[in-house]
Nanobody, 113 residues
């Protein structure tokens, strides 16, 4: 059974930090590209960061966010620093491999000014 479960969301003040976690199981985690997406209220979804053989970031988070993975246990992290009110969103973890595309239910991050 495939599971992708995000955690770590919550309320944080602007300028603060937060770390999100994504625990995954039931699929070939080590060979999957893992990404964080976010959806802000009334806005289009945005790809925040991806880790596979390399890491990539949206311009809006470069220098502030860091994505990493630990293949034992199967977990992906998103370390967020210098948070801004515009980072407020539901953050989703995505796993994409050969013929597979799995999503978590998301975790809400709210950044207060």
């Amino acid at each position: 059974q495939v599971q992708v479960v995000e955690s770590g969301g919550g309320l944080v003040q602007a300028g603060g930090s937060r770390r999100l976690s994504c625990a995954a199981s039931g699929f070939a985690f080590s060979s999957s590209a893992m990404s964080w997406y976010r959806q802000a209220p009334g806005k289009q979804g945005e790809l925040v960061a991806t880790v596979s053989s390399s890491t990539t970031y949206a311009d809006s988070v470069k220098g502030r966010f860091t994505i990493s993975r630990d293949n034992a246990p199967n977990t992906v992290y998103l370390q967020m620093h210098n948070l801004k009110p515009e980072d407020t969103a539901v953050y989703y973890c995505n796993a994409r491999g050969r013929g597979s595309d799995f999503w978590g239910k998301g975790t809400l991050v709210t950044v207060s000014s």
